[in-house]
């Protein structure tokens, strides 16, 4: 049941989870609002099945927006475990026009709420979201080819965490300024002048956020709910192949928009076809004033170089590991080889380059040859994939047709094959696009074959003279091509300076000496900054204040009284 | 008597004046760090004299500063008091890249201090210049045309206290997130993951700042202040007919630098001649990641489309005034004289354009029709520029011949002249070069005319349909041409409400019936933020969260534990 609340006691039901996530937001130490297992203590007996069956009545069925619309478009979301069309119907414009006219006049109303209010309606939509994680799972599975596991926590809890950090900080932005009328009394000596002032904090106009294929709703997310919380009207243009995900979360949102008396055109869906891309064109209208964009680097680099646009960006970049010395070399195989297995290597945090002394490494158990550390990670890259307990569902399924020819295209170059890609199946899925990785070993020398994103289930190991050397590459990598993320192992605190210092002349966060069941991919909600915005894989941060208050201005009053 | 103090004791010396003005900058109430007025009880006995005598010293000779340089370049300063080059030279380099290299070098070292340190080097610097503001004074007087007062106050105390701003916020902002090791502690059910985790704050690389010749210190000093908080090292590249104000700054941080043991080359003079401009050549190099600007459209605008640099700019704008009713004419009529005659008009926060409805306004003694509402604002205007006392001490002299020019420019529209400027004159400076106020009559459909900053002693006066269409104008020009103020006179809440939403579309802040001794030219320190970034005036705002955490990154180092 939903009630329909004034937004103030909306505000006032969500306040302590908004004040709670500002202050973990500040502390950065472990916080969680949504629980990441799947799991029926926490979502209830029929989460699961609901949101299947939810899923399963969506498909081949228009998707229901309370948005205006000139016709119902097709697609081309297809499973990447079915390779099947999902059939789903969007509704759209034909005219780009149409979107921004009402995205504007949804804003006059939106922009005059204050931030408690703001936070308290987005905030709801969040926690209806949490209803309907199993569907989102299932939404993004076969759009993404992401396993079951991931699809639920990366599009679900950790999405909604990501959001509420935008939410909370947002709202802490916007409220630590006084907010209403205040007194400013200026001494003159004899007399004193008196004023009374306020500041509006006022939206900059449309925002547009643009969607990948790969992690539609986190990426999104936390650029959609910044721009509301700060006023703005969002247009949420999802990749043409992974729609649905990114429609629950309108969906959700122009239902509580519209309870609380908001127009729901706050936030509208637009979809385009693969065909026909409409974002260029959203992008230049004079209408949009943020852009959030999460893909290549082409179109990327394009978006950023609009002018008057506060732009957003996540790009291609190229992730490093760099391997000194490690207590045993069996643990740090596995999570490395898990690291890039999860996903197929699709993820913009994955590991790409690993970086090998030619001499060896150091271990507790003495000196081990590199051939003897490439081996143990070949070995472990290898045996999760041929593992039919575990295989598919670490890889899951390859998204893009674009991404298996990338296989191809890498053996071209004619390095030493270290691995090819093993057979992966899966029952429930016989005509999925599964694909094991190809390792090559690729010489240093060879810098546009290694300082060229390789998206997918490619991994290259590269022999170096030391590791100087590695943090050298992967430094010089990151800041001319891009990085996220950087492994490293060493076991004395001189090497790890070393390396971190060098990454950071690239604005690389350093993760070091990973093992276990934590891996370089993740990024901790309320703890870690996504993307430094300091080298070519992305210019903002996810989500540091500055993600925020680029999204408004102030515009003061003051009115004199004496 | 200067001594050399270690960092951490110069933050101690002055922690409880940052963190006064922290408190400061998030209460917006008056606050003050520097006193405005030149009075021998604040700054002492012989502080008048000795700065006249420091100023006199140093004009025809060379300005010693602490950084490298292969000749003394001469400058185009000349007073427009005495209309007589001042003959300074100053350190220089042939080559743009010898400062950049330099720059570069001297960041190693800064960015890895501690905020802490930083902020007490940078306040010990202001603390120094205060030392310094009379002989500030007749810098900026004999480079900018300032009177006296506002030579001191504006290059002085205020600009001081927005620097000190910059320090303030930009301290917070650093140290708002954990500083030291932390632990991260995630819970797995029946186990639990740890990792020890920081973040390094890095700055972005050279930060490039382009002063003004009308103000060369209060526009340059946030920017300056906010980049060298934040880590990054500065070029100081002033107008080349302003370089003495802001080469007083320069020294004093470098003189701190250096006894600190810092390379005072992370702050370095650039000079450069009109007729051989240095700042495109250097905002294109690739060691330039920052640049604030004060100045032209043009140039500002080609910096803004800089692809890859963090870019804040104030540009030129059109700023109006709305009169819709009043209590009385004469105050009212004071305010706006002295507003736009303050300086001769060469403010980007002096009001142009004064549109007044044809049919008159109210007042509290009646009805006015529109032609007396025009005397009295004609009146006012010339009886300051004629007054012996008061004249070529509010007008100050006009910086730049070109300014003299744009009054025959603005004749030549041929609008109806309301008042020819008076001529001025000063006893101790013959040769100045003044002018009074050109007042024209130009209709609202001139749009070209009104819609175009007239920088200098023009005023224009805009008969219009009533209020409404006043503030629909008002906004539509600053919308489309920029503007930073707005002044209104309107003695009911609705009408007041009306206008202050019609200028919020533009992001213009609104200063409402003001009489007396404050003016709308005027931007408090720590309460009103200065340009809102909303319109094309400026895409920044002093000193708002935003223009300090734009020039910093973070990147996290996460040590698996277990």
Same mark, same amino acid.
């Given at each position: 049941m939903q009630t329909t609340l004034a937004p103030s006691s909306l505000f006032q039901q969500h306040e302590a989870a908004i004040l709670k996530a500002v202050s973990a937001i500040h502390d950065r130490r472990f916080y969680a609002h949504f629980p990441e297992a799947p799991s029926k203590n926490i979502y209830g007996e029929n989460a699961a099945t609901d949101g299947i069956q939810a899923f399963q009545q969506q498909l081949a069925n228009p998707f229901v927006l309370r948005q205006d619309h000139d016709h119902l478009a097709d697609t081309d979301e297809q499973s990447p475990?079915?390779?099947?069309?999902?059939?789903i119907t969007y509704p759209a414009f034909k005219d780009p026009r149409s979107y921004t006219v009402r995205s504007l006049k949804a804003m006059n109303s939106w922009k005059t709420l204050d931030p408690a209010s703001r936070a308290g309606i987005l905030m709801e939509s969040l926690e209806r979201f949490r209803g309907r994680f199993f569907e989102m799972a299932h939404a993004t599975m076969h759009t993404t080819g992401q396993a079951f596991v991931m699809s639920f926590q990366a599009s679900g809890p950790h999405a909604a965490d990501r959001a509420l950090e935008a939410i909370a900080l947002g709202y802490h932005e916007l409220t630590r300024f006084p907010q209403d009328n205040f007194e400013w009394v200026k001494p003159m000596g004899k007399f004193e002048i008196k004023m009374e002032k306020h500041y509006r904090q006022l939206p900059l106009g449309v925002s547009l956020c643009i969607g990948c294929s790969t992690f539609p709703v986190w990426n999104s997310l936390p650029g959609m709910y910044a721009s509301l919380i700060t006023g703005n009207p969002v247009l949420v243009k999802p990749h043409p192949t992974a729609i649905y995900p990114l429609a629950i979360l309108v969906q959700e949102l122009q239902q509580v928009l519209e309870e609380q008396?908001?127009?729901?055109?706050l936030v509208q869906l637009v979809v385009d076809r693969l065909a026909e891309p409409v974002a260029a064109h959203l992008a230049q209208s004079a209408e949009v004033k943020i852009i959030d964009f999460t893909g290549g680097n082409t179109f990327g680099d394009y978006l950023e170089s609009l002018p008057g646009k506060v732009v957003f960006t996540e790009k291609a970049g190229v992730n490093s590991v760099i391997i000194d010395s490690v207590a045993d070399i069996i643990p740090v195989a596995q999570n490395i080889a898990f690291s890039v297995s999860m996903y197929s290597g699709?993820?913009?945090t994955c590991p790409q380059d690993i970086f090998i002394p030619r001499s060896g490494i150091r271990t507790e158990a003495g000196h081990m040859p590199y051939e003897e550390v490439v081996n143990a990670l070949v070995d472990a890259i290898r045996n999760i994939a041929t593992n039919p307990q575990m295989g598919a569902n670490v890889l899951?399924?390859?998204?893009?047709e674009a991404t298996l020819k990338r296989l191809d295209l890498a053996r071209e170059h004619g390095h030493r094959v270290l691995l090819e890609p093993a057979t992966v199946t899966h029952p429930d899925f016989p005509d999925a696009r599964f694909s094991g990785h190809l390792v090559l070993e690729v010489p240093a020398e060879d810098r546009e074959m290694i300082g060229r994103e390789w998206f997918g289930p490619i991994v290259l190991m590269v022999p170096v003279a030391d590791t100087a050397h590695a943090a050298k590459l992967a430094s010089e990598l990151a800041a001319s091509k891009g990085a996220i993320s950087c492994l490293a192992y060493a076991t004395d605190a001189d090497t790890m300076d070393m390396i971190e210092s060098e990454m950071a002349d690239a604005a690389v966060s350093v993760s070091f000496n990973f093992t276990g069941m934590f891996w370089v991919n993740q990024n901790a909600g309320f703890s870690d900054f996504h993307v !430094?915005?300091?080298? *070519?894989?992305?210019?903002? !941060?996810?989500?540091? *204040?500055a993600f925020l208050v680029r999204r408004f201005v102030r515009v003061g009053s003051r009115v004199f009284r004496g």
């Open positions: 475990y079915t390779q099947k069309a999902l059939g008396g908001q127009d729901p055109h699709q993820m913009c899951g399924a390859i998204q893009s !430094s915005g300091g080298n *070519p894989a992305g210019n903002g !941060s996810l989500t540091d *204040p």
